[in-house]
T-cell receptor, first 115, second 112 residues
Framework: NAGVTQTPKFQVLKTGQSMTLQCAQD?????MSWYRQDPGMGLRLIHY???????DQGEVPNGYNVSRSTTEDFPLRLLSAAPSQTSVYFC??????????????FGSGTRLTVV | SQKIEQNSEALNIQEGKTATLTCNYT??????LQWYRQDPGRGPVFLLL?????KEKRKERLKVTFDTTLKQSLFHITASQPADSATYLC???????????FGTGTKLQVIP
C-alpha cells in the first residue's frame, strides 16, 4: 500500500505560471482534501471532495481549482501562480461512513516556491 | 467561524514526565476532535479520534479528553521520551461530510 502519493515533492514556479499538483491514493477513500501549511498559520483547507464528481471549497480556495474524476485521484491546479502561494501543500484522504471521518492519511507534501 | 486554538508556544518537558497539550474550540461543540503528530518535513500522522460523547480515549501512552463544558480537549503523553518530540495538531470535525479544521499545533520537546 502506497497510501497517499503526492508529486512533485519540490517545485519552483515563476509568477503567472500554472501547474498541477498531483495526488493519488490507493486506499479507496471517498474523502480527499488539499491543505496548505504556512508558518504560524497551521493547515488551511483549500478544497475538498466527498467522492468522485463532488468537490467543494475550503477556507482559502481562491487561485486554485480541483476536480475529482476518479476515487483515486484529486489534482490541485494553480491557475496563475503568485508569490502568496508559496507554501507546503498537503493532500489527505480518509475513510468516512457519512458520520465519522476516521482520521486523515496525509501525503508527504509538495514544497512550492513562487518567484 | 469555527475556530480551533492551540498554544503556539513550545512545550519543553523532562523525559519520563507526562506532557499535556491543550486544544480549545469556539462556538458549538464539534462532533469529533482528532489529534495528529507532525515531524519536520513530513505530513501529519493521525493518532487518535475522540467523539463528543466520550470523556476520555486511550491508546498506549496517549490519552485524550473532551470537555464540552470547557470547550477543550487535553492530549497527554505519559512517560514521555525524546522520540515523542514533534508538533502535535488538533483538528475539529463536525461529522458527516464536513470540513476538518486544524489548529496551528504545539511543538513538544522532550529533554533527556
Amino acid at each position: 500500500n502506497a497510501g497517499v502519493t503526492q508529486t512533485p515533492k519540490f517545485q519552483v514556479l515563476k509568477t503567472g505560471q500554472s501547474m498541477t499538483l498531483q495526488c493519488a491514493q490507493d486506499m479507496n477513500h471517498e474523502y480527499m482534501s488539499w491543505y496548505r501549511q504556512d508558518p504560524g498559520m497551521g493547515l488551511r483547507l483549500i478544497h475538498y471532495s466527498v467522492g468522485a464528481g463532488i468537490t467543494d471549497q475550503g477556507e482559502v480556495p481562491n487561485g486554485y481549482n480541483v476536480s475529482r474524476s476518479t476515487t483515486e485521484d484529486f489534482p490541485l491546479r494553480l491557475l496563475s501562480a503568485a508569490p502568496s502561494q508559496t507554501s507546503v501543500y498537503f493532500c489527505a484522504s480518509s475513510y468516512s461512513d457519512g458520520t465519522v471521518n476516521y482520521g486523515y492519511t496525509f501525503g508527504s507534501g509538495t514544497r512550492l516556491t513562487v518567484v | 467561524s469555527q475556530k480551533i486554538e492551540q498554544n503556539s508556544e513550545a512545550l519543553n518537558i523532562q523525559e519520563g514526565k507526562t506532557a499535556t497539550l491543550t486544544c480549545n474550540y469556539t462556538n458549538y461543540s464539534p462532533a469529533y476532535l482528532q489529534w495528529y503528530r507532525q515531524d519536520p518535513g513530513r505530513g501529519p500522522v493521525f493518532l487518535l479520534l475522540i467523539r463528543e460523547n466520550e470523556k476520555e480515549k486511550r491508546k498506549e501512552r496517549l490519552k485524550v479528553t473532551f470537555d464540552t463544558t470547557l470547550k477543550q480537549s487535553l492530549f497527554h503523553i505519559t512517560a514521555s521520551q525524546p522520540a515523542d518530540s514533534a508538533t502535535y495538531l488538533c483538528a475539529r470535525d463536525s461529522g458527516g461530510y464536513q470540513k476538518v479544521t486544524f489548529g496551528t499545533g504545539t511543538k513538544l520537546q522532550v529533554i533527556p
